[in-house]
């Protein structure tokens, strides 16, 4: 038995959310828009792969990609489009649902008007952390917040919290003045707190800078993620014996579980450089998963619509140096969590369907066609290797 590789492109939707209006997200699609807004993208490997294909079954629409070179990637290829099962369209929901874990409830969500949080859990994170009080407690944008509040933290130590569409408590804190172990501390008071909430996941979102204007955000965010309500794809995999390896923030998004190598690394190139190597080293019956997290939160949420395309050209760059270090029996899926179309007003996800590529030495061309759930590409993985099936989705092996 060979590897199975998920490159799990973060926010990379294709249009074509049947449920987009209950989400207010009516004519989303991240890929169509960026490739029209830009003339076009070079992206002759996804291509060759199946993503135009896809995203057309998807929307209906052709994206404007423009005429591409040929590409070397000469795999076998599956390609087709999921729709989502889950009841919010956020970065946990999409990657447990991938794992077999639909999230059919839905998370719990703060107000974005202030004040986002009550009293009571914040006096309880505060007394327990030993805090005078917070600053924020509303909805903001992460890049906007820090400079209108930044000067005012370092002043006073009160930690920034804000909330955003999603199902989360961000807290935004000086690496310096309030320092990192401090603000993982506090993340990990306000995980245990917030567990009543049905909340998400609590985000530390360290900054840098002295004045306003000038404070950026730094690589070391932390997410502490509520803990699966089921077994997940890892779990059983990790219980049969196979190697999973967990790249960037896989770790957090699964809350450490089902995983027996953690690989920290943030950025779309240090991202494809851990990758690869460890395709290079990985051994048979081995899962390597990478969340390619700069689609999401650099490109989608800050609507950086240039940004994402330069993106997706870069991915798309790699592709070749992946197949050449491919086995005879292993498979790679190229898809995504959600939609976060650069385009669209806001700053929030957007609900899409996402692609599924599937290719290798071994795998045979098919249009996939429409999947119902994220989940078929979860319930393929456990096909090929000969685990316990997930309680939910069709293998398309």
């Known amino acids: 038995m060979g590897r199975v590789i998920i490159l799990m492109m973060d926010s990379f939707g294709i249009g074509g959310a049947k449920d987009a209006a209950a989400f207010n997200n009516d004519g989303a699609n991240t890929l169509g828009h960026i490739a029209q807004a830009n003339h076009g993208l070079r992206i002759p490997n996804l291509n060759r792969l199946g993503l135009c294909e896809a995203a057309k079954g998807a929307s209906g629409h052709y994206p404007e990609v423009g005429a591409q070179t040929a590409s070397v990637m000469q795999f076998g290829v599956k390609y087709g489009h999921m729709s989502e099962l889950s009841k919010d369209k956020d970065t946990v929901s999409g990657h447990w649902e991938l794992a077999g874990l639909p999230n059919l409830k839905g998370w719990g969500h703060f107000p974005p008007a202030y004040p986002s949080f009550p009293a009571e859990l914040i006096n309880t994170i505060c007394q327990e952390a ?4 917070i600053l924020g407690n ?11 509040l930044g000067e005012e933290h370092i002043a006073t130590g009160k930690p920034i919290f804000y909330t955003s569409a999603d199902s989360n408590i961000q807290i935004a804190a000086h690496e310096q003045y309030f320092g990192l172990d401090k603000l993982y501390a506090l993340c990990q008071i306000a ?18 800078g002295e004045h306003s204007g ?3 955000r730094t690589t070391n965010r932390r997410d502490f993620t509520a803990q699966p309500f089921g077994e997940t794809l890892l779990d059983k995999l990790k219980s049969a014996g196979k190697n999973v ?3 960037g923030a896989i770790n957090d998004i699964y809350a450490h579980r089902g995983i027996t190598k953690e690989v920290h690394g943030s950025g779309l190139k240090d991202l494809w450089d851990l990758t690869l190597n460890e395709v290079r080293s990985a051994p048979d019956n081995s899962l390597i998963f990478t969340n390619f997290e700069d689609f999401d939160m650099l490109w989608g949420h800050r609507r950086d619509v240039l940004g994402y395309a330069q993106g997706l050209e870069y991915f798309d760059s790699r592709l070749p140096e992946l197949g050449l270090l491919l086995k005879h029996d292993d498979i790679v899926f190229i898809t995504a969590d959600h939609g976060n179309d650069p385009t669209y007003a806001g700053t929030d996800h957007t609900r899409e369907q996402v692609p599924v590529l599937m290719f290798g030495k071994t795998v045979t061309d098919k249009n996939l066609g429409q999947r119902d759930t994220f989940a078929d590409l979860g319930q393929t993985v456990a096909a090929y290797f000969g685990i316990e099936p997930l309680a939910y989705g069709r293998s398309f092996l």
């Open 130 to 133: 030993g805090l005078e009080g």
């Open 138 to 148: 509303k909805a903001a944008s992460g890049t906007v917040i820090i400079q209108e």
């Open 191 to 208: 995980y245990r707190h917030v567990v009543p909430y049905n909340i998400g996941r609590i985000i530390a979102r360290p900054f840098i």
């Open 214 to 216: 000038q404070f950026t």
């Open 245 to 247: 390896i967990a790249i």
